[in-house]
């Protein structure tokens, strides 16, 4: 009963977001091939692999690895590096490398290393953010990375149509992720950080790593097969509003 069947990679499985991505996959039957920095956790019909995606020699051994098993039906770009925080004026060089590096430069690198594994039909999913969409004060690294993720997904769709692969992606809003929950925790004020965070959405809440997991699962399925070089936001109405965190929605 499954949409499609073969191989999933997941990149940045180990935890939060990528980790829910691997698990549902593994979940609904399908192949996974979890990469990570880190070893991902075991789950039933789930292959781990630790190598760092911003290396051709970690790339090398994701595609070693996709060729001995067969195809590869969806890809997931979802690793990222977020702790280059700074504002325009002083980020620091090192950390814009490393950011635009992990989050634009490796997901153009691997998928491309991979289309040639990928059947007419196939799909590559990005994980961006609606800080791709809009931009946050003093985290000018990752917002260019992300802005440059959600173009750079509507490039791949147009050049890697004729393949016969779709290309789209997810832009979450504050997810539950133990990365955010770590921030929260670790705030002055932990309940008002909360409810900032949470109050940043017109539903009031975060999102789950689960809720983002099912609309990359969607766009990588059949389902989603007309479309390509689309961005959807899982962001409970964030970016529905001009208004900033803590007004009326
Ligand atoms: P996280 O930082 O908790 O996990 C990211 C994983 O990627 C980690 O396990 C890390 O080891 C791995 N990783 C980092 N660099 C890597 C590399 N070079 N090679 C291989 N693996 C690498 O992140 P998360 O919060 O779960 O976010 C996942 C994705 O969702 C990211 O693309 C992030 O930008 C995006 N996102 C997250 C949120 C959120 O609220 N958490 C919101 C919007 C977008």
Do not use: C
């Not at 590559?124 to 959600?150: D, I, R």
């Not at 890697?160 to 809003?173: D, E, T």
């Not at 929950?181 to 932990?190: D, G, K, R, T, W």
């Amino acid at each position: 009963d499954t949409p499609f069947a073969g191989q999933v990679i997941v990149t940045g499985a180990a935890r939060g977001i990528g980790r829910a991505i691997a698990e549902l996959y593994a979940e609904r039957g399908h192949q996974v091939l979890s990469v990570d920095l880190n070893l991902p956790p075991t789950l039933k019909g789930q292959r781990r692999l630790k190598a760092d995606i911003s290396t051709a020699a970690g790339r090398n051994r994701i595609v070693r690895a996709a060729h001995e098993l067969g195809q590869v039906t969806v890809l997931v770009n979802n690793a990222a590096y977020q702790n280059a925080h700074g504002s325009v004026l002083n980020v620091s060089e090192r950390g814009w490398a490393r950011t635009l590096n992990v989050n634009l430069t490796a997901p153009l690198l691997l998928t491309r290393a991979l289309v040639p594994l990928m059947p007419h039909g196939s799909a590559v999913v990005n994980v961006a953010s609606v800080q791709g969409l809009l931009a946050e004060q003093n985290n000018a690294a990752y917002n260019a990375s992300k802005g440059g993720l959600v173009n750079l997904t509507r490039a791949m769709a147009l050049d890697l149509a004729p393949h016969g692969l779709r290309v789209n992606a997810v832009a979450p809003g504050a997810i539950s992720t133990e990365a955010v929950l770590e921030a929260i925790a670790s705030s002055e004020n932990p309940d008002q950080t909360r409810q900032d965070y949470e109050d940043l959405h017109a539903l009031r809440r975060l999102g789950t790593p689960r809720e983002v997991a099912q609309t990359v699962y969607f766009l990588g399925s059949a389902e989603a097969s007309f479309l390509t070089g689309t961005i959807i936001p899982v962001d409970g109405g964030m970016t529905a509003s001009f208004m900033m965190a803590g007004r009326p929605v």
